[in-house]
């Protein structure tokens, strides 16, 4: 990137501005301090973005923005919520899913969701779910990564809530950038079927 430069020349702008030729001369030194800041190159401001998304990525509060959605989907409040990511953080809460590329975190939800199944569920970029028949409703709140229903032709991603009603099928595809984190809320299991 070019250092920024003004449109209008220092001899055009003293000319107009200037009284006199002190004023003139702070004129000069101004524009030329000004003139010597250079914006940052453009690796520079890319290097500063994947430092940023570097650092957010790993905050605790990096879901905040979803906390509302979060909220109501899991009955639970914001404390409730920093806890649990506080939880989630810790590799050993994690559990085994069905298949090697998934891991689980059950926790109880609050008091609107106490009969259902609540918890966070993780997938290795880039791995299928098969396809599956939903045995009740299930609500599922996208956190971080995406992925692509193959029944709906669609890509879910963060900040995204997926419904899928009781009799429903599908087979998911895990984009291959990054982990998929979902928040769910489930009635009832799912049973994998061939397609």
Do not use: C
Not at 6 to 12: D, G, H, N, S
């Amino acid at each position: 990137m070019k250092p920024f430069a003004p449109t209008v020349e220092l001899p055009e702008f003293a000319a107009e501005h200037a009284s006199n030729e002190a004023e003139r001369q702070q004129l000069a030194e101004l524009f030329g301090q000004f003139s010597a800041l250079a914006a940052p190159d453009r690796t520079s401001l890319e290097q500063g973005r994947a430092r940023l998304l570097a650092a957010v990525n790993q905050s605790d509060e990096r879901f905040v923005p979803l906390f509302d959605k979060l909220t109501r989907l899991f009955d639970l409040s914001a404390d409730d919520l920093r806890a649990l990511f506080a939880r989630a953080a810790n590799e050993a809460a994690w559990v085994p899913g069905p298949l090697p590329w998934i891991s689980l975190l059950h926790f109880q939800g609050g008091p609107a969701v106490a009969a259902f199944d609540t918890g966070l569920v993780r997938f290795e970029r880039g791995m299928p779910h098969p396809a599956h028949r939903h045995l009740g409703r299930e609500l599922v709140l996208v956190l971080d990564g995406a992925y692509f229903d193959n029944e709906e032709q669609r890509w879910y991603g963060p900040g995204d809530i997926h419904d899928m009603s009781e009799g429903t099928q599908h087979g998911l595809q895990m984009g291959a950038d990054r982990d998929v984190l979902l928040a769910v809320v489930m009635a009832g299991g799912i049973e994998i079927v061939n397609v």
